[in-house]
């Protein structure tokens, strides 16, 4: 079974300043993948970045970067200069094999994070 | 837009009646998911098909069934309500098969069983 941790339910940050979301997470699988997903109030589930458990570099995408530690079994997300526009919830997800392929993903229960002017 | 479009947006029931809930995945993807996201039990993974054939199954009641059709869309079907499983039901979808691929969601409907 796959586990994700997130342990900070809110977050308030100052316009600018640069964000880490923490995300833990536990699973028996060798190879997995791990994704960051944003929902605006608006509802929808917004793909942010992926790191999979192979790769040896940590994953950028514009302003999102993930801290992959794997022997700590971590993936943080840090995002560099916030914005308004980045006040949301923020999943931390993994996904592993299962019989017939890769499986779905097994989410966190989120950070909302608050951009403060 | 993501390209996943999910029908109806908002759908308001009785309990025990049932419903269903309609996704049309991006197009070229051959895999679907279905996602619950309630505020007691978070967002949890219900069921996978890929190219019409189930594929792997999550948390799913077994008053909830899912179908992938010849054109690829997906119904996820929804029995004997309750109040709890009020929820936003998302449906995402993928090329299938690697782990690294990207799931598309759509807006997702909204549940509501009073």
């Known amino acids: 079974a796959q586990k994700i941790t997130q342990t900070q339910p809110g977050m308030f940050v100052q316009e600018k300043e640069a964000v880490t979301l923490d995300c833990t997470y536990d699973t028996s699988d060798q190879s997995y993948g791990l994704f960051w997903y944003k929902q605006p109030s608006s509802g929808e589930m917004i793909f942010l970045i992926y790191q999979g458990s192979y790769d040896e570099q940590n994953a950028t995408e514009g302003r999102y970067s993930l801290n992959f530690q794997k022997a700590r079994k971590s993936a943080n997300l840090v995002i560099s200069a916030s914005q308004l526009g980045d006040s949301a919830m923020y999943f931390c997800a993994m996904r592993g094999y299962s019989g017939g392929g890769a499986d779905g993903l097994t989410f966190g229960k989120g950070t909302h994070l608050i951009i403060q002017p | 837009d993501s390209g996943v479009t999910q029908t109806p947006k908002h759908l308001i029931t009785a309990t025990g009646q049932r419903v269903t809930l309609r996704c049309s995945p991006r197009s070229g993807d051959l895999s679907v998911y279905w996602y619950q996201q309630s505020l007691d039990q978070g967002l949890q993974f219900l069921i996978q098909?890929?190219?019409?054939?189930?594929?792997a199954k999550g948390n799913i009641l077994e008053r909830f069934s899912a179908q992938q059709f010849p054109d690829l869309h997906s119904e996820l079907n929804l029995s004997s309500l309750e109040l709890g499983d009020s929820a936003l039901y998302f449906c995402a979808s993928n090329l299938g098969g690697g782990l690294g691929t990207e799931a598309f969601f759509g807006q997702g409907t909204r549940l509501t069983v009073v």
């Open positions: 098909y890929y190219n019409g054939e189930e594929r």
